[in-house]
């Protein structure tokens, strides 16, 4: 895809993404006042938007017109809240987040503790609102995400990061799935379900972004070791700091460079495998790989 179609699309979809975000989400003058001042402030704080914006091009590759905005909306919901509880003093204690002082530092740890509780129940609200007139896609929506997002995948990842144990290759591909791979897959598949894909089609989603959140995270490593914290908004060499392996260490950075190069074109053999205009996803994911921040 031509470059400057690719920016047009790309930033149409972030902008979608983020007025979606504004009109869809509690306002900050909502009783209580200071936890939804809260959710906004992490919520309106910026970020790459790529969950979003792959559900809304996932959704916009199958039917041009479907109404994506609810279960975008609902997938950065889950992602914020679970940035906000990472960053807590329990968690991995971090005083910075997308460039900014991250939300128990801007507020107070009971507040961000609230902000990340209530995003979840959002995202749920916003997928049986935003769907009620189509119960059956309703319904896979809210089990794809809460899949997803449940203990055997983010959390679950989450809780094998911090238990303090050592690292192997097995626990590492668990955590890899988990922590990322498993939102982006949701990102995708939830598209694809609301563009009407087919069952085949939305499965070849669901491993598309398996694929392509295995790869961005091997990128997020790499810059961990490699980028300055200015350019990514957030402390690096944080993994090195917290003394926890990861798939760099274990297998290097030629081989964690090769193991990114061959799951974006598994991705992209995925998205081309299925019935719908895939060219921006396969421009986004290959972007993506290539990365600097
Ligand atoms: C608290 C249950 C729970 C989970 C926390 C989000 C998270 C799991 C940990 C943060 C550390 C990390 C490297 C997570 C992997 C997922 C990831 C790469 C998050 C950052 O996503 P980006 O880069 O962030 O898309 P922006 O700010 O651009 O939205």
């Known amino acids: 895809m031509d470059a400057s179609l690719f920016q047009s699309r790309h930033e149409a979809f972030i902008e979608q993404a983020e007025s979606s975000l504004r009109l869809l989400t509690p306002a900050s003058t909502t009783r209580p006042e200071r936890l939804h001042e809260a959710m906004r402030y992490s919520l309106e704080a910026g970020g790459k938007r790529l969950r979003p914006v792959l559900c809304l091009a996932s959704a916009a590759a199958f039917a041009p017109q479907a109404d994506a905005a609810h279960a975008a909306t609902a997938l950065e919901c889950i992602h914020t809240y679970s940035l906000i509880h990472d960053d807590l003093p329990c968690m991995d204690d971090s005083d910075l987040r997308r460039g900014r002082p991250s939300c128990h530092k801007s507020f107070d740890e009971a507040t961000a503790l609230l902000a990340g509780d209530a995003l979840q129940p959002l995202a749920f609200e916003l997928l049986a609102t935003g769907y009620a007139s ?18 055997k995948l983010l959390v679950g990842g989450q809780t094998e990061d911090m238990d303090g144990q050592e690292n192997d290759a097995d626990r590492i591909e668990f955590i890899l799935l988990g922590k990322t791979a498993a939102m982006l897959s949701a990102s995708f598949a939830m598209g694809a379900m609301v563009g009407g894909a087919s069952a085949v089609d939305v499965e070849h989603f669901r491993l598309a972004g398996r694929a392509s959140g295995i790869a961005f995270q091997l990128v997020d490593d790499l810059l961990d070791l490699t980028a300055d914290a200015d350019q990514l908004g957030k402390p690096v060499g944080a993994d090195a700091e917290n003394g926890k392996s990861t798939y760099v260490d274990m297998h290097g950075i030629g081989a964690t460079k090769e193991r990114i190069e061959a799951l974006t074109i598994e991705t992209v053999g995925h998205l081309r495998a299925t019935k719908g205009d895939t060219a921006f996803l396969v421009e986004l994911v290959r972007r993506m790989s290539a990365r600097r921040t």
């Open 134 to 151: 189509r119960p059956t896609l309703a319904t896979a929506l809210v089990r794809e995400l809460a899949l997803a997002a449940g203990s």
